[in-house]
Nanobody, 121 residues
Framework: QVQVKESGGGLVQAGGSLRLYCAAS????????ISWYRQAPGKRRELVAS???????DYADSVKGRFTISRDNAENTAYLQMNSLKPEDTAVYYC???????????????WGQGTQVTVSS
């Protein structure tokens, strides 16, 4: 059974830092892409950052220059380093893992349960 688990959330003051951690297990298929999403109360879930298996990264404009996504392919893990946090970064952060079953044809996508990040002003 595939599991995706996040950790590292918490309460931090504005200007502070947090590091989120995502671990995927239970699949024999290679990971294509790992992404971090977030959802604030009353808002839609939005993409924060993603990292592809070739190392290419993408970021939402709102976090560019402050957040850094990285991964460890050998361990099927990913990280989101969040610096210069702002109150508007407050949300539940979710990890999404996309496994390649057949290249270019089929993939399987899994979500973690989320981790709360709260930034106080």
């Amino acid at each position: 059974q595939v599991q995706v688990k996040e950790s590292g959330g918490g309460l931090v003051q504005a200007g502070g830092s947090l590091r989120l951690y995502c671990a995927a297990s239970g699949s024999n298929f290679p990971i294509n892409e790992i992404s971090w999403y977030r959802q604030a109360p009353g808002k839609r879930r939005e993409l924060v950052a993603s990292i592809h298996n070739n190392g290419r990264t993408d970021y939402a404009d709102s976090v560019k220059g402050r957040f850094t996504i990285s991964r460890d392919n050998a361990e099927n893990t990913a990280y989101l380093q969040m610096n210069s946090l702002k109150p508007e970064d407050t949300a539940v952060y979710y990890c999404n893992v996309d496994f390649t079953v057949i290249v270019g044809v089929e993939s399987r996508n899994y979500w973690g349960q989320g981790t709360q990040v709260t930034v106080s002003s």
